[in-house]
Nanobody, 122 residues
């Protein structure tokens, strides 16, 4: 069971990135998938999640700028990040939550991928 986050990089403020979370060894469709981020010296923060039936959650700090989606045929979840700000700079992680409900609480997620670095320059 593996999750692989990718798509991070260096972008100027106002730019966009699309993160991908690909699963191997299991199918994502029954899981809720969450995106979390952690900046240096800060606690891990729940950014967004999508339930198994497509309900979504966004942290207030990213509402209107980030969009989470899932493509079950590709066993992948995406996080489209627009209008990026320097404060979005962090390592971004995806995780799978087995009940499928979706929650911004990291402790409810069982499977975690390695993070991908997002750096937004001012």
């Amino acid at each position: 069971v593996q999750l692989q986050a990718s798509g991070g990089g260096l972008v100027q403020a106002g730019g966009s990135l699309r993160l991908s979370c690909a699963a191997s060894g299991f199918t994502l469709d029954v899981y809720a998938i969450g995106w979390f981020r952690q900046a240096p010296g800060k606690e891990r923060e729940g950014v967004s999640c999508i339930s198994s039936n497509g309900n979504t959650y966004y942290a207030d700090s990213v509402k209107g700028r980030f969009t989470i989606s899932r493509d079950n045929a590709k066993n992948t979840v995406y996080l489209q990040m627009n209008s990026l700000k320097p404060e979005d700079t962090a390592v971004y992680y995806c995780a799978a939550e087995p009940t499928g409900w979706g929650t911004p609480n990291a402790y409810e997620y069982d499977y975690w991928g390695k993070g991908t670095q997002v750096t937004v320059s001012s």
